[in-house]
Each structure stands twice: as structure tokens, then as C-alpha cells.
């Protein structure tokens, strides 16, 4: 059977204060799991080689980056990009909730992280509760 994963990790706070783009996400480097799916999940860091927000009008995906510094946005739920780049919803400003990302990534978000973070996306914020 396989692994159903979407519906289930949206990290989004309050959509009514929050901004979002719409944008294709992909992960050129994803391996695929035994199913041959390869997922990304909710609270990726995202970025691109041309700004999301002013230079790109959604045709470059945005892929995973480690590099707060380089970040353009944060992705809100999981997408399969088995079959290549997918539509995503991209969070720019609002409350994100570390408590509903899988496990690897919530490691991810560390003090430093969250403070490099806050110079690219001034408008997001961090928090982690159950």
C-alpha cells in the first residue's frame, strides 16, 4: 500500500493573516522511497534563481534550500514531485507551526536558522506547539 502523506502537514497558523504565492516547487535531487514517490514536505526552506516574489512569475520552480540566507519562501503542506515540478502554495508572511512538520525537517529549523530567516522573511513567524 502506499504511504498516504497529503492533508496531513499543513504548517500554516492563520490563513487569514498570512501571504501566499502560488509557484511549481520541485526537487531535482529527491531520491524516490521504495514506492518510487518522491516527496516534499511541508516547511521546506524554497528558493530559485530568480526572485519569487518580482522576477519570476511562477514558472521557475522553487527548490529545497538549507541556506536561510537564500530563502524566497516556505513550503505549506507536502507535494509529490515524483512526476517533476508541481503547483504548491508558498507561505511569504505568516505564522508557521514547527510542531506540525515531519521530523527531518523540524530538525532543521535551529535557533540560527530561525534568526537568518527573519532577514529574508521578516513577516514569518516561528513557532512550535502541539
Do not use: C, W
Request: glycine share 6%; net charge negative.
Amino acid at each position: 500500500m502506499k504511504k498516504q502523506i497529503f492533508g496531513t502537514h499543513d504548517i500554516l497558523v492563520d490563513d487569514y493573516n498570512a501571504t501566499l504565492i502560488a509557484n511549481m516547487v520541485d526537487d531535482p535531487s529527491a531520491t524516490a522511497d521504495a514506492d518510487g514517490q518522491k516527496y516534499l514536505m511541508s516547511g521546506v526552506l524554497l528558493t530559485a534563481t530568480k526572485n519569487a516574489l518580482t522576477s519570476n512569475n511562477g514558472a521557475e520552480a522553487l527548490v529545497p534550500t538549507t541556506d536561510a540566507t537564500k530563502a524566497q519562501g516556505i513550503l505549506r503542506q507536502d507535494y509529490n514531485v515524483a512526476g517533476g515540478a508541481v503547483p504548491a502554495s508558498v507561505i511569504v508572511a505568516g505564522t508557521i507551526n514547527l510542531a506540525r512538520m515531519d521530523e527531518t525537517t523540524r530538525a532543521m529549523y535551529t535557533d540560527d536558522l530561525i534568526t537568518a530567516l527573519k532577514a529574508v522573511l521578516p513577516r514569518v513567524t516561528v513557532i512550535n506547539r502541539d
